[in-house]
């Protein structure tokens, strides 16, 4: 083997790592499996040093064990995480307290109004910058002694390299204090965000962070020297792993929630949805994304599952259901909802219950909630003339065929799986093998991603959805004011 690409992921449930050649043959792989914290309601956290950081030196070490692989073989690496991720540093990088997730934590409510106010943005549960709000406002101790503000790539970066970046990618989501169009942080929004001071050094996503330093060498057992590429938010690295190379592919995520990426030819802003900036120069993409979609199948075993505690055991349960569930309609708001009602306050439904259902068919009606919130995002970027030509379905949920031709039929695509279901950390060796000149461009992509499964909806099945997808949507608006008044109440009662 002569160069090998080191991509890891940190995801909210698990880290994984791959070593690929330069032709994209994976050598060797390792996961290791985290919790995710929720301390309060609406509260998403990770402990940087004791998930993120211990699962790097976890895996970097297992891969490292494989029979034939040295450390000086390692041509580049890169990390993605999940975004955004805000994680306060003292001066000598060390997390101050556990990272701040993604859409998921909805704590920063207060502070996505009063910036709306000042700023004239609009922010959600998905945004930076309320987070960082949050922490200067709530936690004073730690802000007095915070030196830098990071994203996930960017506690990787500095740990590894003692540079401290963030791609224009994930930069995109601490918007205004991110200049979108000047690519750079604005110094206009410091007294109501953070001094950019604190703020990463700004990168494209392949661009060389700097080099593993001798301290991160004795740490991981990987070579002193080694290129370490600035890294980007999962999703993105998922894209790459799924082979977004042209306009109008969209990659579509099931992982503990669904986020897409849809490849545009040119900046748009449809509403509702994220615009950004992609991961070169001159590319383009539309951003969105639910707030559950495998926390929901997590949460049903946990709870319901009665001994059985495999996935294939329930969807084996599910095929049992017919389509629609015998009469059930779920709303999977368990967590609120980012694309395309950035409701956090919305609450999950089961409506139609009778004593008649089994657990099979509620199930069922789980697996079709997530169909029906993504017909939702996908119809919503349609009629603003943003259609997706090739939807490229990766993550967990690709390996529940049931799950896969459920949404297909529900939402009326077409799916197709690459053959290499490594996931985003497969994307991020591929971006380590592009920053470091191995490949020319993501056009590349068509000979380092494969297709595999392919799922097309069924004939017989969308006048049946057409009508429970009609009731799905009705049901959030008819009920969303009550779902307001539950979750103020649940709040005021501490729950």
């Known amino acids: 083997m002569k160069s090998l690409l080191l991509g890891v992921d940190i995801g909210t449930y698990s880290s994984k790592g791959v070593l690929a050649t330069e032709t994209g043959r994976v050598v060797a792989n390792a996961v290791a499996e985290h919790e995710l914290a929720m301390p309060r309601p609406g509260w998403a956290e990770h402990d940087a040093e004791k998930v993120w950081w211990s699962d790097f030196l976890s895996i970097t070490k297992r891969l490292l064990a494989s029979d034939g692989v040295k450390p000086d073989q390692i041509a580049g690496i890169a990390v993605s995480t999940i975004s955004p991720a805000v994680v306060p540093v003292d001066s000598n990088g060390r997390a101050l307290r556990p990272a701040i997730l993604y859409g998921i934590d909805t704590r920063a409510t207060a502070e996505i109004t009063d910036l709306a106010r000042e700023t004239g943005g609009h922010f959600d549960s998905q945004s930076g910058c309320p987070k960082i709000l949050w922490i200067r406002r709530k936690e004073p101790e730690v802000w007095s002694r915070t030196r830098r503000i990071v994203n996930g790539s960017g506690f990787f970066t500095l740990r590894l390299t003692g540079e401290a970046t963030i791609d224009v990618y994930d930069a995109t989501v601490f918007a205004p204090l991110f200049d979108t169009r000047d690519m750079r942080w604005s110094a206009a929004f410091e007294s109501v965000v953070a001094p950019v001071s604190m703020m990463p050094r700004i990168t494209w996503t392949s661009e060389l962070a700097g080099r593993?330093?001798?301290?991160?060498?004795?740490?991981?057992?990987?070579?002193?020297?080694?290129?370490?590429?600035?890294?980007?938010?999962?999703?993105?690295?998922?894209?790459?792993?799924?082979?977004?190379?042209?306009?109008?592919?969209?990659?579509?995520?099931?992982?503990?929630?669904?986020?897409?990426?849809?490849?545009?030819?040119s900046l748009l802003t449809p509403k509702g949805f994220w615009g950004t900036r992609f991961l070169e120069k001159d590319s383009f993409a539309v951003?969105?994304?639910?707030?559950?979609?495998?926390?929901?199948?997590?949460?049903?075993r946990d709870t319901f599952a009665s001994g059985e505690t495999s996935y294939e055991a329930l969807a084996d349960l599910a095929a049992g259901s017919?389509?629609?569930?015998?009469?059930?309609?779920?709303?999977?708001?368990?967590?609120?909802?980012?694309?395309?009602?950035?409701?956090?306050?919305?609450?999950?439904?089961?409506?139609?219950?009778?004593?008649?259902?089994?657990?099979?068919?509620i199930y069922r009606a789980f697996l079709e909630s997530?169909?029906?919130?993504?017909?939702?995002?996908?119809?919503?970027?349609?009629v603003q003339d943003c259609a997706a030509r090739r939807i490229l379905a990766v993550g967990g949920?690709?390996?529940?065929?049931?799950?896969?031709?459920?949404?297909?039929?529900?939402?009326?695509?077409?799916?197709?799986?690459?053959?290499?279901?490594?996931?985003?950390?497969?994307?991020?060796?591929?971006?380590?093998g592009l920053g470091i000149g191995l490949f020319s461009?993501?056009?590349?992509?068509?000979?380092?991603v494969q297709p595999g499964a392919s799922y097309s909806p069924q004939a017989g099945t969308r006048a049946l959805y057409d009508q429970y997808h009609a009731l799905y949507r009705k049901l959030y608006n008819d009920t969303s004011n009550e779902m307001h008044e539950l979750s103020r109440l649940a709040a005021s009662s501490g729950g």
Do not use: C
Request: glycine share 12%; proline share 5%; hydrophobic share 45%.
């Open 212 to 265: 593993v330093t001798r301290e991160a060498a004795t740490l991981t057992g990987l070579a002193e020297g080694t290129p370490v590429i600035s890294g980007t938010a999962d999703a993105a690295a998922e894209a790459i792993s799924a082979g977004l190379a042209d306009d109008g592919d969209m990659m579509l995520m099931y992982g503990s929630s669904t986020f897409f990426i849809l490849k545009t030819p």
């Open 441 to 448: 461009g993501m056009k590349d992509l068509r000979r380092w």
């Open 370 to 382: 997530v169909g029906h919130s993504v017909r939702h995002n996908i119809e919503a970027l349609a």
């Open 397 to 432: 949920g690709t390996r529940n065929p049931l799950w896969m031709q459920i949404v297909s039929d529900i939402a009326g695509i077409t799916q197709v799986v690459p053959q290499q279901q490594a996931g985003a950390s497969y994307g991020d060796a591929f971006l380590a």
């Open 322 to 361: 017919p389509a629609g569930a015998n009469g059930l309609v779920v709303l999977p708001y368990f967590s609120g909802e980012r694309t395309p009602l950035h409701d956090p306050e919305a609450r999950g439904m089961v409506f139609g219950l009778t004593v008649k259902h089994s657990r099979a068919d």
């Open 287 to 300: 951003a969105g994304g639910t707030a559950t979609a495998g926390s929901l199948t997590r949460w049903f």
